[in-house]
């Protein structure tokens, strides 16, 4: 039997720009990375759900100790769809590098359901991914100069730790400023566990997005009282380090049908879906979107009912 990597490897890709065009997209309409990648110039795409467009999510009665079966199910079924002569497009989350490198592996399908460039997806993809560690990152460095600068705002107990793309589980609890009188207690957290990760796939645009941002809760002062980034007035450079890490990303599957992929935050911390932006694009051009939730149904499924698709305004079926 063939390994996962063989059988991708072994797809003939078309380039992004054709597969986009089974939307609807034009060139245009995307950024290229390469020629089997490209970003969605939301910017350009037309306004409005097709009224007889299908949002389906496949979940699972409870999870596997590796996760599998949802996201083949998912890219199987769009496959059937588009070979019955329906406009089907996947709608998935980017793998996280942890689980990649750990026991769990990557998430793009198995066997002949698959999305590809298996390896870059799995790996640095777009790099969203670093976008996010960056801008939650900033934020750490940022409050914590904040006091090291006079600390005008009277920072007593800062609440924002940081975060990386790996289970560095001996970086979750550290000590910052050893032997300093500023040393205090902070950590390290995995990035698609970061508030930026859950506040950008709830973003539906860079202002909504901005907005979202400016009320992340980072501190405390001396007297209790919250202290948000907006007091900080950061939110417009943080904003900008995420311009690119909003857009949605497009790439295809075995069978060089779209897949829509962006957006990872874990099911078990957040919301465990993709991003509101790259669900609402695919049902502006496609008649059948599938996509999935992390974990089971009593998780996954459940956050993407309740949270998911009442913010968004969402309505499966």
Excluded: W
């Excluded at 992340?216 to 900008?240: C, F, H, M, R």
């Amino acid at each position: 039997m063939k390994s996962d990597f063989q059988i991708s490897n072994e797809c003939k890709k078309k380039h992004i720009a054709e597969v986009s065009a089974k939307l609807g997209l034009s060139e245009e309409d995307l950024i290229l990375y390469g020629n089997y990648k490209a970003k969605i110039q939301t910017k350009n795409i037309k306004h409005g759900i097709k009224e007889d467009a299908k949002l389906i999510l496949v979940t699972a009665i409870n999870p596997t100790s590796s996760g599998e079966g949802k996201s083949t199910v998912t890219i199987g079924l769009s496959d059937a769809l588009n070979k019955l002569g329906k406009k089907s497009c996947v709608a998935l989350r980017e793998p996280s590098l942890g689980p990649v490198l750990g026991r769990k592996g990557g998430a793009a399908g198995g066997g002949y359901a698959q999305v590809v460039p298996m390896e870059e997806i799995n790996l640095h993809f777009t790099g969203d991914m670093h976008a996010i560690t960056t801008a939650h990152n900033a934020i750490a460095v940022l409050v914590n100069n904040h006091v090291f600068q006079g600390n005008e705002l009277d920072i007593d107990k800062i609440v924002f730790n940081r975060v990386m793309d790996m289970n560095a589980r001996d970086l979750r609890h550290i000590k910052v400023n050893a032997g300093t009188e500023l040393e205090r207690e902070d950590g390290f957290d995995i990035t698609v566990a970061s508030e930026i990760m859950a506040i950008l796939c709830l973003s539906e645009g860079i202002a909504d997005l901005k907005e979202k941002l400016r009320n992340i809760l980072v501190a405390y002062n001396s007297k209790g009282e919250p202290i948000y980034l907006k007091d900080l007035k950061i939110e417009g450079v943080i904003t900008s380090l995420l311009k690119d890490a909003i857009k949605p990303n497009i790439v295809q599957t075995l069978e060089n049908n779209p897949a829509i992929i962006h957006g990872g935050p874990f099911a078990n911390i957040a919301h465990g879906c993709n991003s509101i932006l790259a669900t609402k694009t695919a049902l502006k051009y496609a008649d059948y979107v599938i996509t999935e939730a992390g974990f089971g149904a009593d998780l996954g499924a459940e956050k993407f009912l309740n949270i998911k698709c009442r913010k968004a305004g969402l309505k499966p079926k």
